[in-house]
């Protein structure tokens, strides 16, 4: 490869950003690994040893001033992100809104809403400055799109995602800078393990006896949205697993 190319993605401690670290790693890409749980990332840096220079962060990207801290503070050899990947996110209590507590729906705010927009507000003058083929790919959801119950905030915070998404596009019209929403839909991660807050059964559930998407499977999307000539824009990407689909309307009968 002849261009040094530096991807930053944030919740890479699991999931859809790990998969996606090994993915970018084995085509060559240097990386920038964020997450809060460090002795994960340094795992991850340990396991990516020898293949690619890797900068591990602790962050947590509620915090917008250790957001702007640690873009600030990136190493010579990877200030040039060339793609972004805003991928920490989480769900929380999959049950009526009326049962869930405020703050789960404010943590849902403050890590999907606020910690993307610091991210991505901390990193803009970089990808500019990157100008053509630079990419900001945001982890959307199929829940951004399509209500279901129990989705309350958490769809409305990927709601959110791609509507930014769409208006960052057109700021960014003449930078070169490229944004994607890619909304996924049922993926085995450790994602349903944090919404239950921990229930292993339910999580296993969840995913027995169908076929959901994998990270790995998501993280080839993301290499493909980043490796697109750099004319291309693809605005959003919505991927199901083809044992997933929608449901009739609810109706509530006397
Ligand atoms: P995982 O739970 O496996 O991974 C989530 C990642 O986000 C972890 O690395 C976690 O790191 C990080 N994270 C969470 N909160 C924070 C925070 N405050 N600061 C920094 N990092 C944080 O789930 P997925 O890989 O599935 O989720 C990745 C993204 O994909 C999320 O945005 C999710 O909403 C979205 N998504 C998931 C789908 C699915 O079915 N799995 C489908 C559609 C979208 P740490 O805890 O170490 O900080
Ligand atoms: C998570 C995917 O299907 O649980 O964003 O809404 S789903």
């Given at each position: 490869m002849s261009e040094k190319q530096v991807a930053f993605i944030t919740g890479a401690t699991s999931g859809f950003g790990e998969a996606a670290?090994?993915?970018?790693?084995?085509?060559?890409?240097?990386?920038?690994?964020?997450?809060?749980?460090?002795?994960?990332?340094?795992?991850?840096?340990?396991?990516?040893?020898?293949?690619?220079?890797?900068?591990?962060?602790?962050?947590?990207?509620?915090?917008?001033?250790?957001?702007?801290?640690?873009?600030?503070?990136?190493?010579?050899?990877?200030?040039?992100?060339?793609?972004?990947?805003?991928?920490?996110?989480?769900?929380?209590?999959?049950?009526?809104?009326?049962?869930?507590?405020?703050?789960d729906w404010q943590t849902m705010i403050d890590t999907n809403v606020k910690g993307l927009v610091s991210v991505t507000h901390a990193l803009l003058p970089t990808l500019i400055k990157h100008g053509a083929g630079a990419s900001i790919i945001n982890i959307g959801s199929i829940a951004g799109q399509w209500p279901y119950p129990g989705s309350h905030v958490y769809g409305a915070t990927k709601a959110f995602v791609k509507q930014f998404s769409y208006n960052l596009r057109c700021d960014l019209l003449g930078t070169g800078v490229r944004v994607t929403d890619l909304a996924p839909g049922i993926a085995e991660t450790e994602f349903t393990l944090v919404r239950t807050k921990g229930d292993q059964a339910a999580s296993d559930s969840l995913y027995r006896g169908t076929t959901p998407l994998s990270a790995q499977d998501i993280a080839e999307q993301m290499y493909y949205i980043a490796t697109l000539p750099d004319h291309m824009n693809i605005n959003r990407i919505e991927v199901m697993p083809v044992r997933q689909a929608w449901n009739p309307f609810a109706i509530d009968r006397d």
């Open positions: 670290a090994h993915y970018f790693a084995e085509h060559g890409w240097s990386l920038v690994l964020s997450g809060r749980r460090f002795s994960r990332l340094e795992a991850l840096k340990d396991a990516l040893a020898g293949k690619v220079p890797v900068h591990i962060i602790e962050l947590d990207v509620r915090d917008s001033d250790a957001v702007k801290t640690a873009v600030a503070g990136l190493p010579e050899e990877f200030a040039d992100v060339k793609a972004l990947i805003n991928n920490a996110g989480l769900a929380l209590s999959p049950m009526p809104s009326q049962k869930v507590d405020l703050e």
